[in-house]
């Protein structure tokens, strides 16, 4: 997969050299290529943001320098590439649209800062790309480079051979609906408080049918939300307490 970003702060992104994505990227799983916004301005200030039309407060981002860094990008390769425009103003993101971007094989992250980027923009990108923008929950960063981290992890472990052990991603919250249960490991006895007996029981189906009991009770407290949307697609009647 190739992913591009473009940001007024490249170095945002130097995590994206550590870890399991920074292995894949040296194992050539993963092509990453970070650029400057600010060389794709032409005056000696590198400017890349204005006051807004109609007036109100902080400044928009200005459509050249997007437009010349997109129609460079786009340039690079010949497939279509997805753009994501991380926002507060987006589609949320999900796992099951992780997954949706992990079949992808060129996805390019424009990174807005101030009040956003000259709409005019997203107009011009969708010649050239399939457009989406995204939202990674109901709270207001300060621009789309810490969302591009957290887009990026998600969808890079998706990505056959970035995780050894793929059956981790099966159980994990999210990918059916509900969320974890509960883990533990030794010692069975730590700071007075034990390891639930079930899981020293060596009793497979018992341990099975406790973690999804676990699922439920965690689910039905913490995201009833999530309780509701899976019971409705499987048409269960849902129990009355959990
Ligand atoms: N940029 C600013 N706020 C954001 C949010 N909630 N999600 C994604 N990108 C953002």
Redesign the pocket.
Known sequence: MRLDVVSIFPEYLAPLDLSLIGKARRDGLLGLHVHDLRDFTHDRHRTVDDTPYGGGAGMVMKPEPWGEALDHIAGQGDSRPTLIV???G?TP?TQAMARELAQQDWLVFA??RYEGIDERVYEHARSAYDVRV???????????E??VLAIVEAVARLLPGVIGNAASLVEESHEDGLLEYPVYTKPAQWDGRAVPDVLLSGDHGRIARWRHEQRLTRTAARRPDLLHASATLRGDDLPGEL
């Open positions: 991380p926002g507060p987006g993101f990174c807005g995204v939202s990674l929950g109901d709270y207001v960063l300060n621009g789309g810490v969302a």
